[in-house]
């Protein structure tokens, strides 16, 4: 069975770094796609960062800022967030998929799911 766990999330103020960690049971990253995407309240998941077979690709509106690692050691993929911003704060959640290709980074693309890890900036 595959299990995603997501830590590291907490409150800070803004300008702020945060690490989050997504550790997997029962599945290899390895080359398969994975990363983060995000939920705010009253607002729909979005992706953040993923990485696939070295490849990282982050979103427009937190590229410079956060950045995507993967240790297969491990088996861990862990996002880097700095000078965070109030509209980071949200639901993080660790996601992957049986493939290489990362698809559309859509939500629907992702089979597997950790139960999120909550990120709060304060101004």
């Known amino acids: 069975q595959v299990h995603l766990v997501e830590s590291g999330g907490g409150s800070v103020q803004s300008g702020g770094s945060l690490n989050l960690s997504c550790a997997a049971s029962?599945?290899?990253?390895?080359?398969?796609?994975a990363g983060w995407f995000r939920q705010a309240p009253g607002k729909e998941r979005e992706g953040v960062a993923f990485i696939s077979a070295g490849i990282k690709h982050i979103t427009a509106s937190v590229q410079g800022r956060f950045s995507i690692s993967q240790d297969n050691a491990k088996n861990t993929v862990d996002l880097q967030m700095s000078r965070l911003k109030p509209a980071a704060t949200a639901m993080y959640y660790c996601?992957?998929?049986?493939?290489?290709?990362?698809?559309?980074?859509?939500?629907?693309?992702?089979?597997?799911w950790g139960t999120g890890t909550t990120v709060t900036v304060s101004s």
């Open positions: 029962g599945y290899f990253f390895g080359s398969n796609c």
């Open positions: 996601a992957a998929r049986d493939d290489t290709w990362c698809g559309r980074f859509s939500s629907t693309d992702y089979t597997h």
